[in-house]
């Protein structure tokens, strides 16, 4: 019967010398301590000066343009942007029927 391979069989250790404490002084001593640094709590939130009118963006993710159709100094403004008006679900004023017997559509409320 053939003993099964570990992965200890594939690795071997190295020998490393441990050298006592009395042979080798402390050269570990920090000349300049660590001062902590006055960074803000929060980080500050810029606000953007948005050079387009947020009305006039398309609303129905299916009829507007893709981000990377829009210019390349503009994408992020427009990003804000859309991330800003939040998610949007089209209203029909009437939804199509089911072909299942008992014919049900959805009510928007």
Do not use: C, H
Request: aromatic content about 10%.
């Amino acid at each position: 019967m053939k003993k099964s391979s570990t992965i200890d069989t594939f690795f071997k250790r190295k020998n490393v010398e441990i050298s006592s404490p009395t042979e080798q002084p402390n050269t570990f001593s920090n000349p300049n301590p660590l001062i902590p640094d006055d960074n803000p709590t929060k980080a500050q939130r810029i606000e953007v000066n948005e050079g387009f009118d947020i009305s006039l963006l398309e609303r129905d993710p299916g009829l507007r343009k893709q981000i990377w159709q829009y210019p390349v100094n503009m994408r992020d403004e427009i990003r804000r942007a859309y991330i800003k008006v939040g998610p949007y679900q089209a209203i029909l004023t009437e939804y199509p029927k089911s072909n299942k017997v008992p014919r049900r559509s959805f009510q928007a409320s």
